[in-house]
Every structure is written in structure tokens, then in C-alpha cells.
């Protein structure tokens, strides 16, 4: 090794800094909750998040995800391409195929249920990603109405008034609870790719975060409360373990 190279000082990592280890994408995260260095699979945003208890430690953990390189490329392997939205693509809506179609006029994206002929459809304005973000808005209006619905039942049922609900572009989770605080309503947000799933499945996360509004963590009385207002729990938490890579990959 040089003296130049001795003398070079090292890039200095941080917090949200994107690096490649040998073309296979990482994003640094610091966390100071973080016992340990880890690495996790983001499927969102197709990259492997490797984070560290401080931003000190950030060198480790780039070490760390170059030992492991084997485990990196077999999990970004498994992630399914990308859905990009066009005109005659079918996707899975409420868990049925659905088509999306090209509107002839400017109109506001719009969702056709299917008949006893056609599937469902749902129709936008424009092209490339003019008609991609129309699908998207008319996805998120979708599952607005559907979530709104489901909440408005559990939430009934648990004796509490309906929280705010927001649908969002969530990355990391499904959905989130804020319980109401010193005279501030309680607030619920919801990933718009829940709408693609079937119904129950919807269900069981709007269930899940009306359970929050009666207990904040995760012990046995919020699962009790969860399984009352969602009886098939296991099946739906399955289902979304199984096909939630999936969800994200679309839009």
C-alpha cells in the first residue's frame, strides 16, 4: 500500500447513503435502538438495508454485507419484476383480475366492477406514466372506500369512534395506528396496495389496526381483540406474508 493511499482520507459513510458491494445495492441506516449490526431485505425499494447502533459503526456494517454477498444476491433473486401499469395489463384488484384500460377522454380514474361477462376494469387518462399515476390515484380512491368501510365496522364494534384515515405509499408497513391523544382523534394510515389483495385480507389489517386503538403493543389482549374482529386471522396473516412481495413489486 502507497503512502498516497495511507494518506487518502476514507469516503465517510452516513445515514441514507446508497453504495453498491459488487453491483448489488445497499441503502445505510443508523438506528440507535439497533443492538447490532443487521441486514434486511427492503422489497419495496429493491435493496438490502444494512443498519448500525451509530453512524461509527456504518464501516462494520458495509464489511458485514461483503460477507455476506451470497445472501444479498439470492434475496433480491427471488423479488418479482417490477408491475409497470399500460393499457391491457390485467392485475389482481380485491384479489380478481382486473384490466386496466385507456379512457378515450380526460375522465377521473374510475373502477368498473366485473359482470358476468367482463372482469373488472378499471380505466384512466393518458399515457405512460400519466396513465400509470391514473391507475395509481384511482387504486388509492379504491381502497379508500374499502377501508374506510372495514374500519368504520371494527371500530364500531370496539365501541370507538371512527379514526382519521389516510391512504398512503407506505413501504415498510401495511398499516399504522395512532390512538386518539388529550382530545386529538385517533389516526389510521393504510398502504394502497391492500386493495389488490382479496377482501379478507384487507379486512384483516383494518381489524388489526382497529385493535390498536384499545392496545398499543402486541401482547395476548391485543391478538384477542384482533381474532374477535377478524376470525380467519392466521389464514390472512399467511396470505400476506406469502404474497406481500408481490403487492409491493405493482406501481
Request: hydrophobic share 45%; with cysteine.
Amino acid at each position: 500500500m502507497s503512502l498516497r493511499t495511507l494518506l487518502t482520507p476514507r469516503p465517510r459513510l452516513d445515514h441514507g447513503d446508497r453504495i453498491e458491494i459488487d453491483g448489488l445495492p445497499l441503502r445505510l441506516r443508523v438506528h440507535a435502538g439497533a443492538r447490532r449490526i443487521s441486514l434486511r431485505l427492503d422489497s419495496r425499494e429493491r435493496v438490502v438495508v444494512a443498519t448500525a447502533p451509530d453512524r461509527a459503526r456504518l464501516a462494520d456494517a458495509v464489511s458485514f454485507a461483503r460477507q455476506r454477498q451470497a445472501w444479498i444476491a439470492a434475496q433480491l433473486s427471488r423479488l418479482p419484476e417490477p408491475i409497470r401499469f399500460a393499457p391491457g395489463q390485467m392485475i389482481a384488484v380485491e384479489g380478481r383480475p382486473c384490466r386496466l384500460e385507456r379512457a378515450a377522454m380526460r375522465i377521473r380514474p374510475t373502477f368498473k366492477p366485473a359482470t358476468a361477462d367482463e372482469p373488472a376494469r378499471l380505466l384512466a387518462y393518458g399515457e405512460g406514466e400519466v396513465f400509470a399515476r391514473g391507475v395509481v390515484r384511482g387504486l388509492k380512491a379504491l381502497a379508500q372506500d374499502r377501508l374506510v368501510a372495514r374500519t368504520a365496522v371494527h371500530a364500531a364494534a370496539l365501541g370507538q369512534p371512527l379514526p382519521q384515515i389516510s391512504i398512503t405509499d407506505a413501504k415498510a408497513r401495511w398499516g399504522s395506528c395512532k390512538q386518539a391523544h388529550r382530545g386529538e382523534p385517533a389516526q389510521i394510515r393504510y398502504s394502497w396496495r391492500l386493495v389488490l389483495a382479496p377482501p379478507a385480507v384487507l379486512d384483516y389489517v383494518a381489524a388489526h389496526e382497529c385493535a390498536h386503538l384499545i392496545e398499543a403493543n402486541h401482547g395476548p389482549g391485543f391478538w384477542e381483540i384482533n381474532a374477535r374482529l377478524h376470525p380467519a386471522l392466521k389464514t390472512s396473516r399467511a396470505w400476506l406474508k406469502t404474497h406481500g412481495t408481490s403487492l409491493h413489486a405493482a406501481g
